[in-house]
């Protein structure tokens, strides 16, 4: 019964005005913005040789290619 009274003249206990530091202020994430992009890809040479003897093969590249869209969010 005595430590209770000592804490409560003392303000012990850090229940109410505990003066301790004040926490920042928190302000919330800016909006994402996006960035769409589109790309294609294609092949401009290939080497390709037999495995048995080292002869170059000749190969048609001319249709190999490929697009897409890629979006970035920031």
């Known amino acids: ?3 209770v009274f000592l804490l ?5 206990g850090g229940g109410e005005g505990g003066g301790g530091p004040t926490p920042p202020s ?6 994402p913005t996006y960035v769409t992009k589109n790309f294609t890809i294609s092949m401009s040479e290939a080497s390709v040789h037999r495995i048995s003897n080292g002869d ?6 001319s249709d190999i290619s490929t697009s897409g869209t890629v979006v970035v969010t920031q």
């Open 8 to 12: 409560t003249s003392c303000s012990g």
């Open 26 to 31: 928190v302000s919330p994430p800016p909006t």
């Open 56 to 61: 170059p093969v000749e190969v048609d590249i």
């Open 1 to 3: 019964m005595i430590s």
